[in-house]
């Protein structure tokens, strides 16, 4: 399922990356790698503030719609 589907504070691992190599290599170097753990921190109108990497994340929707977790 996407990131945008997952629920507040629990803890989720990253399954695969989607969309084009551009949004590939920005996600990754946020530090949304395949194996990761993510956890969402907080919802707003759509966009997300996550935990990646032991740092704190804002992405949109769009982008949160990329990442598929398990």
Do not use: H, W, Y
Request: hydrophobic share 45%; net charge positive.
């Amino acid at each position: 399922m996407p990131l945008s589907m997952a629920k507040e504070g629990e803890p989720n691992t990253i399954r695969r990356i989607g969309g084009k190599e551009e949004v590939r290599k920005f996600l990754e170097n946020l530090g949304f790698v395949a194996g990761g753990t993510v956890t969402v921190v907080a919802q707003t109108q759509g966009n997300l503030i996550v935990n990646v990497k032991n740092s704190r994340v804002a992405i949109g929707k769009d982008m949160a719609n990329k990442i598929m977790i398990a």
